[in-house]
C-alpha cells in the first residue's frame, strides 16, 4: 500500500514539473507560437516557382526553428533566436555554429540579424517580408497549423 502511494505522488509530482515545461514564457505563449507552414514565398512579387510549401518555422518562446522535409520524408533543420518588436521579428544566429541559421528554401542569408517585416498576423495566417541588400523583396505567407 505504501508503495502505490508513493508511486501516486511521484507520478503527480512529475506531471507537475512537465506542465510548467518550458514552452511558456513568464505565463505569455503570444501569438508566434506553434508551428507555421510557409505556404508560398514571393520574390519580386512573383510566386517561386521552385517553392513547394515544405517548410515550416515552428516558434518557442525565443527559439525558431526552420524545417524542411524532403520528397523521401528526410528532413532538414535549422535554429535561430527571435523576438519581435517595432512590427518586425528580428532572427539571429550564431556565426560557426552548424546548427545555428536557416533551411535555404527560405531564401534568408546567415548573417548575424535579418529583420522580417510583419505585414499582418491574424491568429491563423501570417505574412512577412524582406528586403535583400540588392533590393530584392521576398514575401513569406505562412499558415498556422498547430
Known amino acids: 500500500m505504501a508503495m502505490r502511494y ?10 507537475t514539473m512537465l506542465s510548467a515545461g518550458c514552452t511558456r514564457n513568464n505565463g505569455d505563449i503570444g501569438p508566434w507560437f506553434g508551428t507555421w507552414q510557409v505556404t508560398r514565398i514571393d520574390v519580386d512579387g512573383v510566386p517561386a516557382a521552385d517553392y513547394r510549401g515544405n517548410v515550416v518555422m515552428k516558434f518557442q518562446s525565443h527559439v525558431m526553428e526552420s524545417r524542411a522535409q524532403s520528397d523521401n520524408h528526410s528532413y532538414s533543420a535549422y535554429w535561430c533566436t527571435w523576438s519581435e518588436s517595432d512590427g518586425s521579428l528580428r532572427l539571429e544566429i550564431t556565426p ?26 491574424t491568429g491563423k495566417t ?3 517580408s524582406r528586403r ?3 533590393g530584392t523583396e521576398y514575401v513569406y505567407y505562412l499558415k498556422k497549423l498547430y
Open 96 to 121: 560557426g555554429d552548424d546548427a545555428s541559421g536557416y533551411v535555404a528554401e527560405l531564401m534568408i542569408p546567415w548573417t548575424p540579424v535579418n529583420m522580417l517585416r510583419i505585414v499582418n498576423q
Open 126 to 128: 501570417a505574412c512577412l
Open 6 to 15: 508513493l508511486s501516486v505522488i511521484l507520478s503527480v509530482v512529475a506531471l
Open 132 to 134: 535583400s541588400d540588392e
